[in-house]
């Protein structure tokens, strides 16, 4: 990846295209929202610390999600689902997470169903 400086803020050169440094990123005001949710309430987060947060979970994110990709691939799929997001956590050693997604992913599927169901009688 090479980074290119022509214009405003930095981009990152991936497959001949060029991402934005805005749209590789999480928006820096949503992962403040989300640090803030844990700390006590008078406490506050540096620019640097909400820069560095916001590097760290878009690199996790594009970690995980690059190597469910690479299973679709190699399955000859092209969407990536939950469970491949849940394989690609355990398979990168992040069982605990894996876990828990895979809670989240089977009460999120009964909800689904049951919003169809409501929504198949009214």
């Not at 981009?11 to 590789?24: A, L």
């Not at 990536?80 to 828990?100: M, R």
């Amino acid at each position: 990846m090479g980074d290119n400086n022509g214009g405003s803020g930095s981009s990152n050169e991936i497959n001949g295209g060029i991402i934005k440094e805005q749209d590789r990123l999480l928006p820096i005001a949503n992962v403040g929202r989300i640090m803030k949710q844990i700390l006590p309430q008078n406490a506050k987060i540096s620019k640097e610390a909400k820069e560095t947060m916001q590097e760290c979970v878009s690199e996790f994110i594009s970690f995980v999600t690059s190597e469910a990709s690479e299973k679709c691939r190699k399955e000859r799929r092209k969407t990536v689902n939950g469970d491949d997001i849940c394989w690609a956590l355990a398979t990168l050693g992040f069982d605990d997470y894996a876990e828990g997604m895979r809670r989240y992913l089977h009460r999120y599927r009964e909800l689904e169903v049951d919003n169809n169901n409501n929504k198949e009688r009214k």
